[in-house]
């Protein structure tokens, strides 16, 4: 069974995002501001959640570099970051294999959040061998 499953579907995913986004106002270390439309619960986060805990088969939103590295700029902030998503998501629930599951998950990102690879240009045009020669 997929933590999707386990921690109630997607009406638990959309039920989790305005806690969480609470959560991450309150907290100083957050600045939701250039974000504030990824945390809707229509937005590309609660997609990508839908997909990185199993209950989509794909996903075509936002990077997840886009998405958490404007929020998560060092570990300590990408760590408390979890903390919250934990805190909503699992409700205290106290069933340490579901908690353990979703930190494996989430420190499965953490390089693609705090050191994104930038990506190689892509050419969009080309020139004939003959035209660079004139």
Do not use: W
Not at 83 to 89: G, I, P, R, S, W
Not at 113 to 119: K, S, Y
């Amino acid at each position: 069974m997929t933590l999707y499953m386990k921690i109630g579907g997607r009406k638990a995913v959309l039920a989790a995002i305005p806690p969480l986004r609470d959560r991450l106002e309150s907290d100083p270390c957050f600045d939701l501001a250039p974000l504030r439309g990824e945390f809707d619960a229509s937005g590309d986060f609660c997609e990508f959640l839908v997909f990185l805990f199993g209950g989509s088969p794909f996903y075509d939103g936002k990077p997840v570099t886009d998405l958490l590295s404007p929020l998560c700029d060092c570990d300590d902030v990408y760590r408390r970051f979890v903390d919250h998503l934990v805190a909503v998501l699992l409700h205290g629930d106290q069933n340490e294999e579901n908690e353990a599951e979703l930190r494996s998950l989430m420190e499965r990102l953490r390089p693609h959040v705090l050191a994104p690879r930038p990506t190689a240009p892509v050419l969009v045009y080309s020139v004939d061998n003959d035209q660079l020669r004139a």
